[in-house]
C-alpha cells in the first residue's frame, strides 16, 4: 500500500484515479509520495521514507529540488497540462492592453446613474479606443508549452510572431506554427516588437532579465506581458519605463505592492492556470506521474532527475539506484549483483547535470544483502527495490 499526502487540495478527477494500492494520508512523515500546488516545503523535514514529489503545475519553486535529489526523493510537475488556460489569459493580456477596455468598463459603472450614458458614451469612447493587434509584431521568449501555444494563437489573430530560446526542444519545433519567425538573439525581440510576452522559468540566470538596460533596447511604447514569473521583472525598472513613456502597458498576473495600482499596470491576481480546466488536468498528470514511478520506477516530467523508461518490470526484481554522475559506479553496481550469482537482464543509466538514476531488471528477487551492499557504494543517495 502506497500512502499520498496532499499538501494542498488536489482536483477529484485526478485522485480518483489512484487504485486500490493506494491511500490518502494526513500525516506527511508516513508518505510514499506528496502532491502539492503552492505550499511551500523549503522549510519542511523530508520525511525519511519519502520518494516522490509531484507538482500539480509547473513551477516549483516552493520545492528544494537539490535537498530531494540528495535523499533520492524524485520531483515532477506537469508541464503543458495549464498550458491553454494561460495562453488564453495572455491573449486577454494583450487585447485589454492594446484597447483600454478596463478604463470605459470603470466608466461606464461610474456613469451608472446618468439618464443619457448612451450619448455620452459617444463622446467618451474615443478615450478608450486604444489598437488592433493585427499586424502587430509579438516576441515571444521561451518556446515552451505555453510559449508554443501562445506564438501559434498570434498568429492565427494575424500578428507577426517572433519568438525566442535557445533551449527549444525537438517537440516544441514540431508544434510550432512555420509563420513564427525563430531569432537567435534576445535584443532582435528586444528592438522590434511592439508586444513581449515571457515565458521561461526562474532561473539565476532569468532573475529579473527584464531591467533597464533590456528595456533601452525596446520599441518606444512596447507593451509587455509577464505571465511566467514576477521576477523574472525588475519591476522598479518597469515603472520608469512606463513613467517614461519608454513602455506602454505592463500586463502581470502577479500583484505585489510594487504594481498593485500603479499607472500603465495591469495586475491580474494570478489567475493563468487557474481554471477548471487546468487545475483538472495538472491533477491528473500528476498522479500518473507518481504512479507510474513508484510502481514502475518510470521517471516522466522530473525537475531534479533525468527521464527514464522501461516500462513494466517483468522479470523477478527491478532495483532503481539514485547516485552522483561520477565514473566507475555502474561496474560496482553490476559487480554487486554478479557476486551474489544473481543476471542482470535489462538495465539504464540516464544522467542529468551531477546526479544519475540507473534502473537494473534481475532474474532472481534482490536480496538484502545486495541491497546494503549496494547502499554503501560512494557516491549512491538511495536504493530503492521497486519490485
Same mark, same amino acid.
Request: hydrophobic share 45%; net charge negative.
Given at each position: 500500500?502506497?500512502?499520498?499526502?496532499?499538501?494542498?487540495?488536489?482536483? /477529484?478527477?485526478?485522485? !480518483?484515479?489512484?487504485?486500490? !494500492?493506494?491511500?490518502?494520508?494526513?500525516?506527511?512523515?508516513?508518505?510514499?509520495?506528496?502532491?502539492?500546488? #503552492?505550499? #511551500?516545503?523549503?522549510?519542511?523535514?523530508?520525511?525519511?521514507?519519502?520518494?516522490?514529489?509531484?507538482?500539480?503545475?509547473?513551477?516549483?519553486?516552493?520545492?528544494?529540488?537539490?535537498?530531494?535529489?540528495?535523499?533520492?526523493?524524485?520531483?515532477?510537475?506537469?508541464?503543458?497540462?495549464?498550458?491553454?488556460?494561460? !495562453?488564453?489569459?495572455?491573449?486577454?493580456?494583450m487585447l485589454l492592453a492594446a484597447r483600454d477596455v478596463i478604463g470605459g468598463i470603470d466608466w461606464v459603472k461610474a456613469s451608472a446613474d446618468n439618464a443619457d450614458i448612451a450619448k455620452a458614451a459617444e463622446k467618451e469612447k474615443k478615450n478608450f479606443a486604444g489598437t488592433e493587434i493585427m499586424g502587430k509584431k509579438l516576441g515571444v521568449i521561451g518556446l515552451g508549452a505555453i510559449g508554443v501555444k501562445v506564438a501559434n494563437a498570434a498568429v492565427s489573430l494575424g500578428m507577426e510572431v517572433y519568438g525566442y530560446d535557445p533551449y527549444l526542444s525537438v517537440n516544441a519545433a514540431w508544434n510550432l506554427s512555420r509563420s513564427v519567425k525563430h531569432v537567435l538573439n534576445v535584443d532582435d525581440i528586444y528592438a522590434d516588437c511592439d508586444?513581449?510576452?515571457?515565458?521561461?522559468?526562474?532561473?539565476?540566470?532569468?532573475?529579473?532579465?527584464?531591467?533597464?538596460? #533590456?528595456?533601452?533596447?525596446?520599441?518606444?511604447?512596447?507593451?509587455?506581458?509577464?505571465?511566467?514569473? /514576477?521576477?523574472?521583472?525588475?519591476?522598479? /525598472?518597469?515603472?520608469?519605463?512606463?513613467? #517614461?513613456? !519608454?513602455?506602454?502597458?505592463?500586463?502581470? /498576473?502577479?500583484?505585489?505592492?510594487?504594481?498593485?495600482?500603479?499607472?500603465?499596470?495591469?495586475?491580474?491576481?494570478?489567475?493563468?492556470?487557474?481554471?477548471?480546466e487546468s487545475e483538472d488536468n495538472c491533477a491528473v498528470m500528476a498522479v500518473e506521474e507518481i504512479m507510474d514511478y513508484l510502481e514502475n520506477g518510470n521517471i516522466r516530467n522530473s525537475v531534479n532527475y533525468p527521464a527514464c523508461d522501461m516500462g513494466i518490470c517483468a522479470k523477478a526484481g527491478r532495483v532503481a539506484i539514485f547516485h552522483k554522475n561520477i565514473p566507475n559506479l555502474i561496474t560496482q553496481f553490476t559487480a554487486a549483483f554478479g557476486v551474489k550469482g544473481i543476471n542482470i537482464s535489462d538495465m539504464t543509466n540516464k544522467s542529468r547535470g551531477e546526479v544519475a538514476y540507473t534502473m537494473i531488471d534481475v532474474e532472481s528477487a534482490p536480496t538484502a544483502e545486495i541491497i546494503e551492499a549496494l547502499e554503501k557504494i560512494e557516491g549512491v543517495f538511495r536504493v530503492r527495490v521497486v519490485k
Open positions: 500500500m502506497y500512502k499520498i499526502n496532499c499538501l494542498n487540495p488536489i482536483a /477529484d478527477v485526478g485522485l !480518483k484515479n489512484f487504485s486500490e !494500492k493506494y491511500q490518502i494520508t494526513a500525516d506527511v512523515q508516513e508518505a510514499d509520495g506528496i502532491l502539492v500546488r #503552492s505550499a #511551500s516545503m523549503h522549510d519542511m523535514e523530508i520525511p525519511a521514507g519519502l520518494l516522490a514529489v509531484a507538482r500539480a503545475g509547473a513551477g516549483v519553486n516552493n520545492i528544494p529540488l537539490d535537498k530531494c535529489a540528495e535523499k533520492g526523493v524524485v520531483v515532477f510537475n506537469t508541464p503543458g497540462a495549464n498550458a491553454n488556460g494561460v !495562453k488564453e489569459l495572455v491573449l486577454a493580456g508586444y513581449i510576452t515571457i515565458h521561461v522559468p526562474l532561473l539565476d540566470s532569468t532573475k529579473g532579465m527584464i531591467n533597464a538596460v #533590456s528595456i533601452a533596447k525596446m520599441k518606444e511604447g512596447v507593451v509587455l506581458l509577464n505571465f511566467a514569473r /514576477d521576477l523574472l521583472a525588475n519591476e522598479k /525598472d518597469v515603472l520608469e519605463g512606463l513613467q #517614461s513613456g !519608454k513602455i506602454a502597458r505592463y500586463v502581470s /498576473d502577479f500583484p505585489n505592492p510594487t504594481t498593485a495600482g500603479q499607472k500603465g499596470c495591469i495586475v491580474i491576481p494570478h489567475l493563468g492556470a487557474s481554471t477548471e
